[in-house]
């Protein structure tokens, strides 16, 4: 099994940044795809920046030159830089890990504001 728990969520003003963390435990294997996901209310959960199982990176559209994924298999971390935020990314942010049979997990989510 696996366990995973974000934090740094929070409020902060249009423009701002704000960083998210993931840490995983169970059995982490270098091959498993790690990332993040959001779903805003009424809406669908979306992708937002994910490493992919041969270890490359996938951001959505809305999201790229304003954030970086970032891993350590060492430490079983994940994180998420976002900058420029805009109060449509306000949304509750979810960490997610794939196996390569693609078998999911999820974390609780932590939500992040974007309003002044």
């Known amino acids: 099994q696996v366990q995973l728990v974000e934090s740094g969520g929070g409020l902060v003003q249009p423009g701002g940044s704000l960083r998210l963390s993931c840490t995983a435990s169970?059995?982490?294997?270098?091959?498993?795809?790690m990332g993040w996901y959001r779903q805003a209310p009424g809406k669908q959960r979306e992708l937002v920046a994910t490493?992919?199982?041969?270890?490359?990176?996938n951001y959505a559209d809305s999201m790229k030159g304003r954030c970086t994924i970032s891993r350590n298999n060492a430490k079983n971390t994940v994180a998420l830089q976002m900058n420029s935020l805009k109060s449509e990314d306000t949304a509750v942010y979810y960490c997610?890990?794939?196996?390569?049979?693609?078998?999911?997990?999820w974390g609780k989510g932590t939500l992040v504001t974007v309003s002044s």
């Open positions: 490493f992919t199982s041969a270890g490359s990176t």
């Open positions: 997610n890990l794939r196996r390569f049979d693609g078998t999911n997990f």
């Open positions: 169970g059995s982490i294997f270098s091959t498993d795809a």
